[in-house]
């Protein structure tokens, strides 16, 4: 039987936060499915912290390029994704956070002919390869006569992003603009339900584990019945660890990966704001010490972290000057090791 502490460590090498980094940005979204990415500064520095190249303008290239994406696939929560990725997920990871979105927008009379109507206007803005700014969009509807005001705008977007017209592309400055799925993605393989959810599992449990069934429904938004419907299938790819008489799922290969960078493992990182170690599992005690949960998670808000041996041991801010290292938070005191530890580690930390 495992510890929690082991879980840790083998999940800093899972998702190749220590170890051999994946060798694009792409290869990083298209092994763990997706990463969380509705802070856009701090989705990059984690792509950029998993793969070879270390900086946000790889990732930059990577999202001009089309080589990733940006979008709503799960969770109603953006994600970066791999293009091929994108529809699947689409198909079978929004429907209900939808139920629920869908009756907010008829509560603000965004009625089926009002969304016609945005559609019309954002195609007709769109197509033959053009893209265009978040807010120059909604003024186009502003300017058609739609009420974007209470959110509706946002909900407007929302929707027409879950639907697969349109999404996040490339980028202008410090911000993406969006673009139509159709033009920007180009065409991929289909797969049916049963299909997506097996591959989704294999992946997550690849990218993201040690972790449960349960981890992995919470992350997806899909139901624990059909999560443990799709599993089994795909057991014999994966696997088991027991921690705490709790079955964990995780790729052969990861203990390995742990063993050739266990020194590694055991020292410091600095982590953006909704990193995957931390919001990528249901279960966080493994990373995230329970007795202070809600310092690094508090009101739908993941904090920058600091790490160390795959325990949060602190919050951390950009520091105030521009040559001053990052402002922390201990969770409880630091050690001299870790203190000494943070400056160096800011000085790599992938920013713009």
């Not at 689409?90 to 016609?116: C, F, H, N, Q, Y």
């Not at 993406?176 to 065409?187: C, F, K, R, S």
């Not at 993201?208 to 981890?215: F, I, L, S, V, Y």
Request: net charge neutral; charged share 25%.
């Amino acid at each position: 039987m495992s510890s929690l502490r082991e879980v840790a460590l083998l999940r800093l090498a899972a998702q190749r936060l220590v170890g051999e980094p994946h060798a694009t940005p792409a290869d990083v979204v298209r092994f763990a499915t997706c990463t969380q990415a509705q802070d856009f500064p701090a989705a990059l520095s984690a792509l950029a912290l998993r793969c070879l190249e270390r900086s946000v303008a790889a990732v930059t290239r990577a999202l001009d390029e089309g080589e990733v994406v940006r979008s709503w696939p799960m969770r109603g929560t953006l994600h970066l994704v791999a293009p091929e990725d994108l529809r699947w997920m689409l198909a079978i990871g929004p429907p209900r956070v939808e139920t629920s979105a869908a009756k907010r927008r008829r509560d603000l009379g965004l009625d089926d002919a009002v969304l016609a109507r945005a559609r019309d206007i954002t195609v007709e803005a769109l197509e033959g390869g053009r893209r265009i700014a978040r807010p120059a969009l909604m003024g186009l509807w502003r300017d058609a006569g739609l009420d974007t005001d209470d959110y509706r705008g946002g909900h407007l977007f929302g929707a027409l992003a879950v639907e697969g017209l349109i999404c996040l592309g490339p980028t202008t400055g410090r911000r993406q603009d969006v673009v139509l799925v159709d033009e920007w993605v180009a065409p991929a393989p289909e797969l049916d339900r049963d299909e997506a959810v097996e591959e989704w599992a294999v992946r997550y449990f690849r990218g993201h584990g040690p972790a449960t069934e349960r981890d992995f429904a919470w992350w997806t938004g899909l139901t624990l019945t059909e999560v443990r419907r799709a599993v089994p299938a795909v057991r014999d790819r994966l696997e088991r660890l027991e921690v705490d008489g709790v079955e964990h799922l995780m790729d052969p290969a990861t203990p390995a990966l742990l063993d050739g960078c266990r020194r590694e493992a055991k020292g410091v990182l600095l982590l953006p704001a909704f990193d995957e170690l931390v919001v990528g599992y249901g279960e966080r005690s493994a990373v995230v010490p329970p007795e202070h949960a809600t310092r690094v998670v508090s009101g739908g808000m993941f904090h920058p972290a600091v790490v160390a041996a795959g325990s949060a041991v602190g919050t951390w801010r950009r520091p105030r000057k521009a040559d001053g290292p990052p402002e922390v938070a201990p969770l409880t005191s630091l050690s001299k090791a870790v203190a000494a530890a943070v400056p160096a580690r800011w000085s790599a930390y992938p920013r713009a």
